[in-house]
């Protein structure tokens, strides 16, 4: 751990929003509201204003927010004054460490050169080279780590890696911080309402999803559901599939096209994610990448053994043959396969489901991800000391 100061860590994190929805700004509350009082001081300022649904009083008496208030769209006027507006904001804090995250660390620059003597991290989300931002986005990221002193870390070794090989260093120079879910209390009458509400007898195996963007890749998610009813047959146990989140028009197109509609059910967002693990047997990830997979470690959590695709950080949270399936990106057939597995053998579901709880509940805790944050910024605060600015 980095050396203790006489006074408070002051943390200024830079964000567009801080909803109760979405990894990024979810972690981020976690955080900042889980650092320690009386070593930590944190502040975060957003572009967007705050909103009643952001619940932004849930964050605590240490966390303060500073919204910017924009509420437009995003255009080439508005790159050049938010983060301008960042960097006056930011530098009336007087931050001792500030957070930028990447994809948007662009906006943090400004503010970095305003507090030179700022301490500076940023959360790498995915790689910063093919991933879902521009290259000229990437471009700029790099070039803050490789001359701007930001120091980067990350939630798996796949981004870890992929950094480290961009920057041309050691991949044991940047640090690794795996994210941590909320400990889960199963509660069967959430159980047998979520199951209700979508007409399962209770003898049926329900294979859940979770997510909207492309990544996630959804379709994929319903044609594995057409091919997992297709192998079981009308003799085979009985399955149904949901996947949570609000859906592109193409999702419900698709499972009208290949006549599923009584089987894959949509589920809007619910105010607790949990339940719907509650409910479930079997998780379902058909992502094309996830920087760390946070849905997969909380259904592991929860006790679900896990079938899905092995891309980046998914591969540090499931243990292929342990907790679950792991398979190759896209692979409809593989996918469906161990799926069916799964439905139909109740001993491995079961065994599977108890090793995922256990790995999930020992590795990936909020209060060792909070340390990690916590020791990242004391490290920071203390380079920012040690320079003598």
Known sequence: MGRRMGRRIRVVHVVWRLSTGGGIPQVSRQVLAGLDPDRFECHAVTARPAAPEDELDLLGPNVTVHPLGYTGPPNKVEEVRIPLRYAAAVRSLRPDVIHAHSGT????????????????????????????????????????????????????????????ALLGVPRATIPLVPLGVEPHVPDPEARARVRAELGLAPSTRLV??????????????????????????????????????????????????????????????????????????????????????????????????????GVGGVNDVVENGVTGRLVRKGDRDALADAVRELVADDDLRTTMGAAARERATARFTRPTMIEGFAEMYEKAAAERVGSGR
Not at 238 to 258: K, R, W, Y
Not at 270 to 282: E, K, N, S, Y
Not at 283 to 293: A, I, K, N, P, R
């Open 208 to 309: 859940v999803g979770v997510g909207r963007s492309a990544q996630k890749n959804i379709p994929l998610f319903v044609r594995v559901a057409a091919r997992v009813l297709e192998l079981l047959g009308d003799t085979g146990p009985a399955v149904a599939f949901a996947v949570v989140g609000h859906q592109d028009p193409e999702v419900p197109d698709l499972i009208e096209e290949l006549g599923i509609g009584k089987r894959v059910h949509l589920v809007p967002p619910l105010p607790r994610l949990q339940h719907a693990f509650d409910a479930g047997d079997i998780f379902l990830s058909t992502s094309d990448y996830e920087g760390f997979g946070i849905a997969v470690a909380e259904a592991m959590c929860a006790g679900l053994p896990v079938v899905g695709t």
């Open 105 to 164: 660390a662009r906006h943090a620059l400004p503010a970095a050169l305003a507090v030179p003597s700022a301490g500076r991290v940023m959360e790498v989300h995915e790689p910063l080279r093919g991933g879902l931002h521009s290259e000229w986005t990437n471009r700029i990221e790099l070039n803050m780590i490789s001359r701007a002193r930001f120091r980067p870390f990350a939630h798996s070794s796949d981004v870890r890696d992929a950094t480290a």
